[in-house]
């Protein structure tokens, strides 16, 4: 949410929770892009301590049978692991949130079922 409205849900405009988290301080952010990478997930897992949130990133790789006749294998190729605390991941759930709720407003529902995304 960019222009400070609060949205349908109730969360909190992007503004206010960043006042809320600073102590209400205003704090100019930089960016430095110099040690990006990119990667690109089809899959991911999940897991948690206590203390933590462990996010692994990587793709579903399909491999075939090696009798030929078997049933073929997916296997999770991880390529990336974000740890992060509670806090962040919340922040990151919403952010999420918001993201997809506005592309679905623009181009539609996303079904997750892959069977009714089929066309017959």
């Known amino acids: 949410m960019v222009n400070g409205s609060t ?5 909190k405009p992007v503004e206010q929770q960043a006042r809320e988290q600073t ?18 997930a089809n899959a991911f897992r999940t897991n948690g301590t206590a203390e933590e949130v462990l ?5 579903n790789l399909v491999v075939p049978s ?6 073929p294998e997916i296997l999770f190729q991880v390529n990336d692991r974000i740890v992060m605390n509670y806090y962040s991941a919340k922040r990151l759930a919403i952010t999420l ?4 709720r506005r592309h679905e407003e623009q181009f539609g529902e996303l079904e997750m079922d892959v069977n009714k995304r089929r066309k017959t």
């Open 97 to 100: 949130s918001q993201l997809i």
């Open 55 to 59: 996010l692994d990133f990587g793709l």
């Open 7 to 11: 949205d349908p849900a109730g969360q």
């Open 66 to 71: 090696t009798q030929g006749q078997g049933q």
């Open 23 to 40: 102590g209400q301080q205003q704090v100019r952010l930089r960016m430095d892009e110099h040690n990006m990478s990119t990667s690109y």
